[in-house]
């Protein structure tokens, strides 16, 4: 095994202090003779979701040797309150220890650029690699390997029982429910996500009618008792009287029939789909990436890709799905379908010749309309991934904060769940103003309407909440937020980029079909590049800064593929590395000349 650089771990410090230890603060000698992997994540992200998926095989498989921390570090003023953090452990079934770091000072200390970002320690407390985004499980899990090789022959690994222990149980009929629609006989359907199930509530929104799922994380059709969900979100009726499911961690879309309780599979292979995956296709043979809501429009069934930033579509009667929106890019880019960008698109209400989208990154709302033999998307309200806040008023300046949910309402209007600022919001397109409907709801995630009321589902109180439309909203004070990265300080002139990605133990960059390494760089504004924006094969890269803009956000999105280096193998395994990165950056002299993202790997510059 190659010497590995000799760098001293940092020490974990937080100031909301830690969760899932029983009370116990914990510190790196506590955790010396483990292999520690801090998992730096923020709830709002999908990106971390998935990485929390990735780990759970690993964190039983190796739980006598491994200890997994999760360093949450906020991005939304909501993600810094510690009971957010406490609900989100227990929504995402978060079954290791975590540091709540509010004010970001571990993630400074380990130079964290983006979320989710993995790092790995030795049990001697050095640090031996750092991973940025998704796809990196096969690779740690070969690292986890070695270290336990490696530390078990010089005696200095300690096996046995890790610090985690788990929150008592609380005693709900829904715990963190998604989404609701209203059944033709006036009851209600709720997707209970942590549970894994479906709940049928009576009218009142209260009394359980019956529970769909055995409540056990898996994919499995059949009768309620029979069948097994994982963490769904969204629901949507269709025509031939069914709901269809959006079976977020299953990666798949489902079907439920009210009439005969039974549930079975309409898309999804239960695969996560990744960049150079088919992205159209038979449905039941097409991979899809944690759909997130669902909406009937335009004589399909629309699905909020939230895993990779698009909009696809079911087509029930020719039995395909397809990429109709976005291009797998986050941000806020209108246009054109296939040339939009989305963050985490999370929420889809239909209404008339527009789908509402609540996309959540960009704290935003947005739509999609028919242009010519297509579909355009158009913004109503947001700016882009750094502002947010709860400022009523023309939507051109108002402000929303990670919203989940929209939904259609009689007046042409549409109601917002401005998930992470409590409130139910309202957005006028007659007038262009957004107003509020309601506060002091906890993190509403979805809405569905109800004769004259609506019916909030607050996500994290638990519950349906029945509200009457008021005639008027009224007006709150006006708030706004930038995310709490500081920016980083670059020269005028040019920057070097340099994305760094070291193929894993065992691997090598596969080549076989050209270039296995893809980056793409734009700009918020786009003006603050003069040269180097745009696609290409190479992960480093000299970005020429434009005179006169001093301030910005530079997006980069790195892919890479590697495969088992084993000439013996015909057919090597293959795994693809990707992540996007949204960076502040402020142009003055005597800035940074070099900017390095680390992919994968060890950053050693030269």
């Not at 990106?47 to 200890?67: F, G, I, Y």
Request: net charge negative; glycine share 10%.
């Amino acid at each position: 095994m190659a010497p590995r650089a000799r760098v001293r771990a940092p020490e974990l410090t937080g100031k909301g202090g830690w969760l899932n230890t029983g009370g116990n603060d914990l510190t790196l000698a506590d955790l010396r003779g483990r292999i520690v992997i801090l998992d730096f994540w923020t709830f709002c992200c999908v990106n971390c979701l998935h990485v929390l998926d990735e780990l759970r095989e690993l964190e039983e498989k190796h739980r006598d040797t491994v200890v997994i921390v999760g360093v949450h570090s906020p991005k939304f003023v909501h993600e810094a309150d510690h009971q957010a953090v406490v609900d989100a452990a227990e929504r995402y079934g978060v079954h290791h220890p975590v540091l709540d770091d509010p004010e970001l000072a571990t993630w400074k200390q380990y130079a964290v650029r983006a979320w989710p970002t993995l790092v790995v320690i030795d049990p001697e407390g050095y640090v031996v690699a750092q991973h940025a985004g998704e796809g990196h499980a096969h690779a740690i899990e070969t690292l986890v390997g070695e270290l336990e090789a490696e530390h078990s022959a010089k005696g200095t690994l300690r096996r046995g029982d890790g610090p985690y222990v788990p929150p008592e149980p609380v005693p709900t009929e829904l715990r963190f429910p998604g989404k609701a629609v209203s059944l033709p006989g006036g009851t209600f359907l709720v997707s209970d996500t942590t549970r894994h199930q479906l709940v049928e509530l009576a009218a009142d929104g209260e009394t359980v009618v019956r529970r769909i799922g055995d409540g056990t994380r898996g994919l499995a059709d059949g009768a309620p008792e029979r069948a097994r969900f994982s963490e769904p979100q969204g629901l949507a009726p269709l025509p031939d009287g069914s709901v269809a499911v959006a079976d977020t961690v299953n990666h798949a879309l489902r079907r439920f029939d009210p009439a005969t309780g039974e549930t079975t599979t309409l898309a999804g292979t239960g695969r996560q789909w990744w960049q150079g995956s088919p992205a159209e296709g038979p449905a039941r043979e097409v991979d899809l990436s944690s759909p997130w809501d669902l909406a009937w429009f335009a004589g399909r069934l629309w699905i909020a890709m939230a895993g990779v930033h698009q909009l696809w579509t079911y087509d029930p009667e020719a039995g395909t799905v397809r990429a109709a929106a976005g291009t797998t890019n986050e941000g806020l880019v209108d246009g054109p379908a296939e040339e939009a960008w989305f963050a985490q698109p999370s929420g889809l209400a239909a209404a008339g010749d527009r789908l509402w989208i609540a996309d959540s990154e960009t704290s935003a709302v947005r739509w999609v309309e028919r242009d010519g033999d297509g579909f355009a998307v158009r913004t109503a309200v947001g700016t882009g991934l750094f502002d947010f806040g709860h400022r009523d008023g023309d939507a051109g300046q108002a402000l929303l904060q990670h919203p989940l949910g929209v939904t259609a309402l009689p007046d042409g209007s549409v109601a917002i769940a401005d998930t992470y600022n409590h409130a139910l919001r309202r957005y006028d397109p007659a007038t262009g103003e957004v107003t509020t409907l309601a506060t002091d709801l906890r993190e509403p995630s979805g809405a569905v309407l109800a004769d004259r009321d609506i019916v909030v589902v607050e996500s994290a109180r638990h519950r349906l909440t029945r509200l009457r439309l008021p005639e008027e909203a009224v007006r709150v004070e006006a708030l706004a937020h930038r995310t709490q990265r500081a920016a980083t300080e670059i020269a005028p002139g040019t920057l070097r980029l340099d994305v760094v990605f070291q193929a894993p133990a065992g691997q090598k960059l596969d080549t076989r079909y050209g270039p296995s390494t893809r980056l793409l760089v734009s700009a918020t504004p786009p003006g603050l590049l003069a040269e180097g924006d745009g696609a290409g094969t190479e992960l480093s890269r000299d970005l020429v800064l434009a005179d006169g803009v001093t301030e910005g956000v530079l997006h980069v999105s790195a892919m890479a593929a590697s495969c088992d280096d084993d000439p013996r193998n015909e057919y090597p395994a293959c795994h693809v590395h990707q992540q996007d990165w949204g960076v502040p950056v402020r142009v003055a002299e005597g800035g940074a000349v070099r900017l390095p993202l680390v992919l994968a790997g060890m950053d050693e510059p030269s």
